[in-house]
Each structure stands twice: as C-alpha cells, then as structure tokens.
C-alpha cells in the first residue's frame, strides 16, 4: 500500500475513539461540560444502551448564540487559553475535543440558551458536519442529544457488552458525579424508567443514600477536620465519608476519588483506603469509602490521558500519606461495638434491594452485614465482670449496660495479635528453643520463598536451617507458639505469598501466629483464665474486632433487655 494522508473524516473518527470508548464515556463528557456550566439540575436520559438515544438537559451558563458552532470545533473550548492555564485547572473539561469527538461518531443534536439572550439556538450535525440551525425557544442551559452513537463505526459497536453491562457504566458514571457534586440535582432515565434521583441538597449523605441506599448511607462515617499542611505552605484537605468495617463489599467499585471534584480512578490511592482497613476487614471484602481531596491546582496534573479519569500529583506521597491517615483515623474514633439490637434488626430486614442499574458485573456485590452500633458508642471496652462460660466458646459478662459475650478464640486473636506487633516492634520476641530440631517440609516453590524469608522468620522467632532441597530443620519457634501447631502458621504465610496475594507478609505471618497461639473454640476456661483474657482485651487498641476484622464482642444493651422482656 502506498503512504497517503488520511482524509479528515477517518482522522475524525480515530481521534474520537480516545475520548469516546462506549456510551458511558459521551455521558461522562457531556455531565462534566453540564457541571462546568455551573448546573444545578442535570437529567441524563438513555435508550437502547445508549447507542439509539443519549441526552443530557442541564440549567447550566448555556452557550452564545454566536459561538454554538464553535463548540464542536475540535480544540475549541471556553476554558483554558493560554499555557499556563493548563498548570492550574479548575474546570473539569479543558481539551476542547469532547464535542467534536462526539460528533465525529454519532448525530449530535444540541439546543442551547445562553443568559440574557431571548431565543436559544438549535444545532444539529451529521457526519461531524453542520446539518441544521435555527432558533428555538428554551430556558437558560443546554441538551445535548446524541443518536446512533458508532453507527458509523461498526468495529466499536461490536466491542460494546450487554444493554444491563453498558447502562450499568452509564450507572457508575452518574452515581459518581452525583457524589462529586451533592448540590446538584441529577435524574437518570435508563430505557425510559427513572434510576436515579439525587436531591441536590448539598449534603454528601444524601446523595449516598441514593447511589448505595439507605442501608450503607447508616454505616457511613465523617472525615472530620483533615488538614495537611506542607512544608511549601500548601495544603491538602480530605473529607468525605467512609463505611465503618460492619459495611463491606466484595468489589473495590465502593470506593470514590474525587480530586478537586474531577471523578478519578487510582490503583495506588485505593491501595491507600484498603490499607486503612487493616486488620478491620475480613479478607477479599473492600470498603465503602467516598474521597474527596482538595489540593492546589497546580499540585495535581489532570492532562494524563485523553478521559481524564487519571491524574498524577506532584507529591504523590503526601498525598497518599494525607488521605490514609484520614481514613484511618475516622474508622478507628468511630468504630462501635456491634449490639444485639443491630444484629436482629440485620437479620430480620430483607436485603436491601439495590437499585435496577447496579447489575453489570462488576458493581454486583453482597452487602456484608456485620452488626454494627449506634455511632455514639465508643469503640472502647467499658469494664466487665465475667460471669460465665456459654458452649465452651464465648464468655458472658456483665457491664455498665448490660451484658457482652465475647468469642474467645476471636478476643484471643486480637490479644495475640497485638502482642506479636509489639514484641516484633520493639526486637523482643520470646523464643523458645525446640529440646529436638523438628523438620518442616515444603514443596519446591515454597522451598525458594522460604529461603529469601530466613532472615525474617528468625526475627520473628522461627530458627529454620536448610536441610536437603524441600526440608528445612526448625530449632527453634516463637514462644506463644510453643506446643501449638507452629507448622500451620508458617505454612498459612507460605502459601498466601504463592498464591500472589498482595497483603504484606509480615502482617500475614503476624495474623497466623495470632490465630494458631490464641484459646481454640471449645476450649474450657476458669473464671481466672477467662478474667485475665478480658483484662488483656480492655487493654488492646482495637478490642472490637479480632484481626480479620470479625467482631470479638456483642452487646446486648439493658434498653433491650426491658424491651424483650415487655418491661417496657
Ligand atoms: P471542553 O469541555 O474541554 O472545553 P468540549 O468539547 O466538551 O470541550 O466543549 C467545548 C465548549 O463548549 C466548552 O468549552 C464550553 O464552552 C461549551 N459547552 C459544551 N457543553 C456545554 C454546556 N452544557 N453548557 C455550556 N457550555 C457548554
Ligand atoms: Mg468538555
């Protein structure tokens, strides 16, 4: 084939296919230029998954009559002119190709009024090319209609999912916006039935009610007061809301980053969140979390890619830093001791029903419910006095508001837990040397892991030399581990490193050491022993829950007792 320059339509074409991937991304460009208008109510409105009807109808600044055209100019925008203008972005949109891009790969219908000027503007395109103007009657703002959307474009048509997989990105898009901008009023119209409808009233936990409904709206916690100051006298806030560990999902999609307002996505920043969590959640469950970070424009650039769903920030670890002390910090203040009450009222509720879009595969996910108490209870232990033992398992005491039973082996776990962490922090662990080397065998990629942990085993207290390719001796073991199944701990770590999971492995290592040196279930106690178990749970900085993040207590308040006795 000979070398030609390609003609303008197929340049067009190429060119939109950055911005605009599946319905879902033109529904992305035309919220966000509705949301640079200043909108205070958008309706976004979908039919045949988007590619037979997009519209989006907001109350925005409108267009001039006299620069309607100029808008699907491509590199045509309102919003920034000069060089340094793109160091300090304040608008969600600035590439000026959003329109174009559209246009380049559907029917673009737009009907605009700007403020001040009597008579709106219609504007119809085919093919990226004028088709129709003329004036028409509307209220100050602008609709957007797109139809036919890669029609033109069969290869990009034949990539798009199920009509449930492409309204439900549609979903994702808006429920996100809505949570970005809680003072605007966003209405979802998907095949014609209203999906979603947020208020506009400028409180975050409205718009959470509406997206994730009432039931994780309930768990959701403040981030209160979260300032950052840098040394270069800039600062950096976080606020928004994050689920406390009772509420979690098995899907990442729960958590929102929204930098100065612009929705993005972030590997490193989800990281952040979840690592927030540790030692809350149980594993594979991911929290809830909605994210807001407020930094100086020129501290974070959004030119990244074509979407702008990426941004890189100038100080990416304060960054990180700022938002992970954030997180973690609410979810510890606020973490409560789950109560009885809760627990029936979980059980007895239906599940709650999510909203029709929240089907494609990805966002589907099973609310967890853990129990979880008024937020007003303090994540503290009050002080008990034991009373008993229930089926060799749990501990039933007495406190200051009635009764807590207590899972031993869970409160065992979270005693263990933080002992290890300590000891280990301050290079004392206690070893207990074994009177006959034991031998521990491993299979042959376990055996090369194993090898590069030596050192780090030893500091935990386990003295392992080679012996042959698969077998190690064992000298040695940590102290708590004395008599119990060491074997399983060091197996337990062994095998979460080969099944490539990310959690650190110290931590891993420090949670089986936890769980296989804690009092089994079934395991009968004294009253002495059960006593000293709860003055070393009072005195742990987490006693609510046991390392996977399962509850170590349960409250059973004296209100709820009167009230199952009809005492009330
Ligand atoms: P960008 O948003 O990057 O500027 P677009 O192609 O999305 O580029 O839009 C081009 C221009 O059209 C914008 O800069 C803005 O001036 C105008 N515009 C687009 N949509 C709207 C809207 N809903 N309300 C007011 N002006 C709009
Ligand atoms: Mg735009």
Request: charged share 20%.
């Amino acid at each position: 084939m000979t070398i030609k320059v390609l003609d303008a339509v197929v340049v067009a074409q190429i060119a939109a296919g950055e911005v605009v991937e599946r319905p879902a991304s033109v529904v992305k460009e035309l919220v966000e230029n509705a949301l640079d208008a200043g909108a205070t109510q958008i309706t976004v409105e979908i039919r045949g998954s988007g590619t037979g009807l997009i519209r989006v109808a907001d109350n925005g600044s409108g267009i001039p009559a006299g620069e309607v055209e100029l808008a699907f100019e491509r590199h045509a925008t309102s919003k920034v002119s000069t060089p340094d203008d793109l160091n300090s972005i304040s608008t969600l949109g600035f590439r000026g190709e959003a329109l174009a891009s559209i246009a380049a790969v559907a029917e673009a219908d737009l009907l605009t009024c700007a403020a001040g000027e009597a008579m709106g503007t219609h504007l119809s395109l085919k093919d990226g090319q004028l088709a129709a103007k003329n004036g028409q009657a509307r209220s100050q703002g602008t609709t957007v209609t797109v139809r036919n959307l890669f029609r033109s474009v069969p290869a990009r048509l034949k990539f798009l999912k199920s009509v449930p997989t492409e309204n439900s990105h549609t979903a994702n898009v808006v429920s996100r916006y809505a949570l970005a901008f809680p003072e605007v009023a966003f209405s979802l119209f998907l095949e014609g039935k209203p999906t979603l409808r947020t208020p506009g009233s400028g409180q975050l936990i409205a718009g959470v009610i509406e997206v994730y409904g009432i039931e994780i709206a309930k768990e959701m916690l403040e981030i209160k007061d979260s300032e950052d100051q840098w040394d270069s006298g800039q600062s950096i806030k976080v606020s928004g809301l994050v689920g406390t560990p009772a509420v979690s999902r098995t899907s990442r999609n729960y958590i929102s980053f929204f930098v100065n307002r612009r929705w993005i996505t972030s590997r490193q920043l989800t990281w952040a969140v979840e690592e927030a969590y540790h030692g809350l959640l149980m594993q594979d469950k991911h929290p809830v979390a909605v994210i807001n970070i407020n930094l100086p424009p020129s501290e974070v650039d959004a030119n990244v890619h074509p979407t702008k769903t990426e941004v890189k920030f100038v100080n990416e670890g304060a960054v990180f830093g700022a938002v992970q002390k954030a997180v973690r910090r609410t979810v510890l203040q606020q973490t409560p001791i789950p109560k009885i009450e809760d627990v029936a009222a979980a059980y007895k509720a239906a599940p709650a029903e999510r909203p029709a879009f929240w089907t494609g595969n990805e966002l589907t996910g099973t609310i967890n419910r853990m129990p979880a108490a008024a937020q007003s209870e303090p994540r503290i232990l009050p002080i008990l006095r034991v009373l008993g033992q229930a089926v060799q398992n749990y501990i039933v005491a007495e406190g200051n508001d009635g009764l807590y039973i207590i899972d031993q082996h869970a409160a065992h776990e979270r005693i263990r837990y933080e002992q290890v962490k300590e000891q280990r922090t301050r290079n004392k662990i206690e070893v207990q040397g074994l009177l006959e080397a034991a031998t521990f065998e491993v299979t042959l990629p376990q055996a090369a892991t194993l090898k590069s942990r030596l050192k780090d085993l030893a500091e935990f207290g386990f003295n392992l030399e080679a012996f042959g390719e698969r077998t190690y001796l064992v000298r040695a073991v940590p102290a708590i581990l004395n008599g119990r199944d060491w074997p399983a701990a060091l197996r337990e770590m062994l095998d979460g490193l080969a099944s490539g999971d990310k959690t650190d492995w110290m931590e891993r290592l420090v949670m089986s050491m936890a769980c296989h040196s804690a009092v089994r279930a079934g395991q009968a106690l004294s009253v002495d022993e059960m006593r000293e178990l709860v003055r070393q749970l009072e005195e742990t900085a987490m006693p609510r829950t046991c390392p996977h993040g399962r509850p170590t207590v349960l409250h059973l308040s004296l209100n709820q007792l009167s009230k199952e006795f009809g005492r009330t």
